[in-house]
């Protein structure tokens, strides 16, 4: 089983603060790595794909960064809203590069 | 639109019984996967299918089967149910073929089944 991390498990944080996020995995035998975005109710949807050392993708206010080397990806979101509140997921694959497998999330709440 | 479709939302069952979960993708994807959620263990593999009538363990394939045998359908079966199964499932397709190429998974909205 491929042994993907992320911190914290968990975060509270107020309207306007900003704040980032951290998925790590095995450096080795690396494809690609995504970001979903899980909101209760809803299906999780995505947010990045990043394949290349180094590479920095942005959306909107949110943004993530990549390093294949040291095994780790930052996701940031500048100015957090409440309708950020969701749990965030990355995943990078394994098992030969079919198998997507997924961490434990950071479920972020944004309070008023 | 892409769509992933679930067609049970909520299911109570049994201990014992056969339980199917039924997932269509309309996206012509030759990926499918299902998934499991449990509150502190995420999404974890079960069972993935990279063309029809072929299929991978995933994770936990533990008393679970898996049947492909249209490219846009891909079932679910807990071959007798037990409480320990009772959890959130979520189907997902990506479209390509060999090893990983990046390309974006869709999910559908889950299936929540206890077993009692």
């Known amino acids: 089983i491929l042994n993907v991390e992320q911190s914290p498990q968990s975060l509270h944080v107020q309207e306007g603060d900003s704040t980032n996020f951290t998925c790590s995995f095995p450096s080795s035998n690396f494809y690609a790595l995504h970001w979903y975005r899980w909101e209760t109710a809803k ?5 990045f794909v990043m394949t290349l050392n180094g590479d920095e993708k942005k959306k909107g206010r949110i943004s993530a960064t990549l390093n294949t080397k040291e095994g780790y990806s930052y996701l940031y979101i500048k100015g957090s809203q409440p309708e950020d509140s969701a749990t965030y997921l990355c995943a ?7 198998k997507l497998t997924f961490g434990t999330g950071t479920q972020l709440k944004v309070e008023l | 639109d892409v769509k992933v479709t679930q067609s049970s939302r909520y299911l109570v069952k049994r201990t014992g019984e056969k339980v199917f979960l039924e997932c269509v993708q309309d996206m012509d994807h030759e990926n499918m996967f299902w998934y499991r959620q449990d509150p502190g263990l995420g999404l ?24 492909r045998e249209k490219k846009e359908r891909f ?6 149910a037990s409480t320990n199964q009772t959890s959130m499932y979520l189907c997902a397709s990506r479209a ?16 929540w089944l206890t077993v009692v």
């Not at chain 2, 079932?75 to 007798?80: A, N, R, V």
């Open chain 1, 43 to 47: 299906s999780p949807e995505a947010l």
């Open chain 1, 92 to 98: 990078p694959p394994g098992g030969g590069g079919n």
């Open chain 2, 44 to 67: 974890r593999l079960i069972y993935f299918s990279y063309d029809v009538k072929m299929k991978e363990k995933g994770d936990i394939p533990e008393g679970y089967s898996v049947s």
């Open chain 2, 75 to 80: 079932s679910l079966i807990l071959e007798s």
């Open chain 2, 96 to 111: 390509g073929t060999g090893k990983f190429s990046g390309n974006t998974i869709y999910f559908g909205e889950g299936s």
